[in-house]
């Protein structure tokens, strides 16, 4: 029977829902990894019971977990990510350069062919990758060598490589971003990187159209129409026609730009998902009222979407990883909250129901849609 | 080779994570028994703690965590200096603690 499983990293645990494609009635397994910070948990689209989890903390540091029966069991796997050759420096909070330094895990992308292939952005911002399933990371260095590496500075949550999006339709091509660099690209499978973050405009560095610098919060791609991208950056939402080479803005009548996550209907490429932040220095909804906004033009035009969602006294933020769409024919939608909150709507956002309420700050969610 | 018995009290996420299930454990440790000969004998017992006390590489002790021993904080001491006779005849165990921070 169809259904979906939704992976839920939270600041102190993991939680995996499942549910048929009614989606109203859910089971909740958890807490797995109490105690510990899962900053994103993702499944294989080659093989769904393989799961990989990025498990964190201030003291004992980075661990990666393997689950091949859809998260019932796990195994530690690999934890260490070392920086190819000299790391070199990057731009610290007040000018001067700083060594690259490992912290942690931020996102991991499954390869969308093979399940011991994966994909590790990590805070300082850096990409690894492993062929055997976990068993071993090694970097791919070209993206931290890139001419523009000295360049990068860390935004508020540290330098982090947050977003890596795989072109289904060119094995060659991956797309990344980073706070705070921007957004880069490879065509040739992840050795050479380009810059791609032109019409970008941050006014909160020194050239607001510089190269590199801009905050991007996390970047969208639907798999039909892989040359088409949206962002939402620090503050703009922003919509590529040309795998990046430019950018334009499209937050058209948003009450507000900033915000953090961004996707895709699973069914219509044009149609879009944010929700707006306040701003840059108050992390909550607009008059305390949660409402995701949805474009079915692709950007510019915007529709506020209330129906189930809490609208007087809400103060929570929606961080970058933590929307997701499952493909069933009427598509579901889901978001965490750093209130604990996770959200579903089974009818592509008109109406939201609460999956659960009082769970630990949810960091990231994912959702598998499972035959 | 000779060895020596070594007692190891483990803070309860480590103790998880190594699937121990009692609150100590003891390990045949190489001699000269150091604080660091203890460590590496850990990670090779317990693979899943590589990475969890000290760096990969520089082999340097992860700055929220402390080593105990005899009532006495050994974290700043020699990890190849020889470990006090009280933990060497295993009348006390070494303490690995997760310092007290964070929320």
Redesign the interface.
Known sequence: MPGVRVLVGTKKGAFIFTTDAQRKDWQVSGLHFA??EIYHLKGSPADPNRLYASQS???????IQRSDDGGLTWT?MD??F?YEGTPGTHMWNDGTQHPWEFKRVWHLEPSLTDPDTVYAGVEDAALFRTTDGGKSWHELPGLRNNETGPRWQPGAGGMCLHTILLDPTNPDRIYIAISAAGAFRSDDAGQSWKPINKGLYSKYIPDPTADVGHCVHHVAMHPSKPSTLFMQKHWDVMRSDDSGDSWQKISGDLPTDFGFVIDVHAHEPETIYIVPIKSDSEHFPLDGQLRVYRSRTGGNSWEPLANGLPQQDCYVNVLRDAMAIDTLPSCGIYFGTTGGQVYASPDSGDSWAPIVRDLPAVLSIEVQTLA | MSTTTIRIELPTHLRTLAQLTTHETALEVPQPTTLSAVLSTLEARYPALRGTIRDHTTLQRRPFLRFFACEKDITHESADAPLPEAILSGKEPLLIIGAIAGG
């Open positions: 105690g510990w903390s201030g003291w004992f540091g980075q661990l530690p934890n260490k070392t």
